[in-house]
């Protein structure tokens, strides 16, 4: 199987409390791979805590993109036409 090694990532789901020490190290062809703590798979922000808050303000702010282009479409349309 192959692999893009620029785009893999890797993030711990961990429902623990305590501090601990949370980096791990993980190789892919002696070459590191990036540990974050949210990721976005299939269009789901993912969370390190599996907290749905970075997923809600993600859904909210492509809703805010939606609505605002859809508001400005009726403003070009609107109004008397120039060509007769």
């Known amino acids: ?21 949370k980096d791990i190290k993980i190789y892919l062809n002696n070459l590191p791979i990036e540990q ?16 749905l808050r970075q997923n809600f303000s993600y859904a909210a ?10 508001s400005k479409s009726p403003k070009i349309l609107w109004g008397s036409n120039t060509k007769l």
């Open 36 to 51: 974050v703590t949210t990721m976005k798979n299939f269009g789901i922000v993912l969370e390190y805590k599996f907290k």
């Open 1 to 21: 199987m192959a692999f893009n090694e620029e785009k893999i990532k890797a993030i711990l789901f961990s429902k623990r409390k305590r501090k601990e020490a």
């Open 61 to 70: 702010d492509k809703c805010a993109k939606l609505i605002f282009s859809l």
